[in-house]
């Protein structure tokens, strides 16, 4: 509880914490929604629960490169505590977010007809993917700029393909094929299914997410020194 | 020294990379069915199971429930059977052949080639990799003994070096005990007769009775010489001959295969014995490196004494370029008693390949 509270202060500190967590999710429920979907903006979440969850994980990623996991470990801290504690630091600060950004589009787009407790969870499980996911790439780097780097580039490209930032039904059939294999497509797929009303859809998405989320998980929290 | 991480690629190395290849070849086989979330989801689950293993270290007794969960869904989805022969590659893998005969009766039902073929591949290579490992492991097991035999030995060796300074100790006690003993047995009697007698010729003097005087000042002088003689063949037969070390180098250089200079300088009898045999063993080994590594010309051996330490170079000029046999068992064994004792052992390669051995010793004891 001591390493989660101080993981929770250490991220907050940051101003941008306040930024990722309270303002950007305000300003992306505004998009307005594309003929026969939900409002873009519920889209473009993954975007920023992505790149959110990728800042957030920096201070994991420092420790480890100024060896200070190092230190940890000759502590009777034990790693899987260390690491659970910031984990799920990060999850609570978006969790926070992902609050603030479904009241946000209940406030706003009141007239549309939404299932609010499904796009939270289907958020939910994509935010512990992304929070995985970075947890994995930064595992690949020795230097958080490098990671950062190739990092925007690559989740960008992912969620430009990948109906994140454009619609899924503006990508061919042919193509789908290939994204399919990307987690990121999980997030649009399952909130199209949510539209269309196929909640057993919704449903494959979320068990998918949460096994790219374990996957990434065990990949990243190999210890690495 | 920094230790040096080899990549050494074992059977555990090429084991996740055919079982990569097997993921992707299974995710051709359904890629024109991957728009299918359940098909894509079952890949996954796959993906996932074997991640778990490679990251935390399962009985492949649990793989079992995996199977069980695939079975079942093959059951109700029949193409969900083609996902079944990476757990025949797996269970081959770990030596669980017995476990692959729900895979088999799943075939039978099938009865498709390709899945005969992907299970066969799989059955093959993990068998393969299996019995490499085994081998590899048990060669592993054999090494780490045979370096554990040697650690032991170098232990025991040290040990014996350490016991022997110590015999030295007591013997030179008990060597003590036996000069005391020679001594008193032997010089102690005539020198209190010696002593008596003078005595009584002093008295005897004093009462003027020169006659008895004399007789017993002949015999005063008698003893004394007698203590004189005995004292002389006393100390003939303690004396150790230290020049034993000496010689027995000397004979060494003397025999050896190429021309040797020894050249000494110094008190050699300010050597312990267990320096001495310490010295000898060094030029046993340093000349039998020698004779295997080097070819020649010429061998300098110089030994020199001070009154602390003693240091001995042996250099040699007919170096053969070959830097993995520097540091052989025997330089090891060598460095090892030397330092045992405090002393140290030096290596140059400046043209010539000199050996410098240095041993320090306490001055009097």
Known sequence: MIIFKHALKRSLAQPISILITLILPIGIIFVPPLANSYPNGIYLYGLLSLFSAFILSKPIVEERLNKITVRISATPTKYISYLSSHLMAYTSILVVQNIIFILGIYLYWKDLNINYWYIFSLNFVYILMSIAFSLCWNSLFKSYNLSFGLFSGFASIMCLVSGVTMPLQVIPEEIKKFIVVLPTYWLPYG????????????????????IYSGIFLLIGSKRRY | MIAKKNFIIGPQIIYSFIMVIQL????????????????FLLYLILIFSMVLRWR???KPCYMLIDLTFFLLTAAFYPPASIYLFVFAYYFSYKNKLIYTLPLIIVGLIVNEGSYYLLLLQGLLFGTILCHWERESTSNKNIMDHLRQHIYDLELVQSQLLSDYQDTDRISRLTERQRIAEVLHDNLGHEL??????LKAYKSLIQSKQFERANITFSKSEKRLENALHQLKSSVKSIEPNLEIGLLDITNLCD??????EFVHSGNIFKLEPYIWQLILMSVREALTNITKHARPNKVNISLKITDYSVRMTIENDGIINNPREISGNGLRYMRNRLEAVNGSLSIQRQGTFKLIIFIPFERSK
Do not use: C, E
């Not at chain 1, 199209?192 to 068990?207: E, M, T």
């Not at chain 2, 359904?30 to 299918?36: R, S």
């Open chain 2, 192 to 197: 209190t007769a010696a002593h008596l007698s």
């Open chain 2, 56 to 58: 935390i270290k399962l």
């Open chain 1, 191 to 210: 909130l199209n299914s949510l539209h269309d009303g196929n909640i057993k859809y919704v449903l494959i998405a979320h068990l998918v997410l949460l």
């Open chain 2, 24 to 39: 992707l070849i299974l995710l051709i086989i359904i890629f024109h069915k991957l728009l299918n979330p359940m098909v």
């Open chain 2, 255 to 260: 025999n050896f295969i190429y021309p040797v």
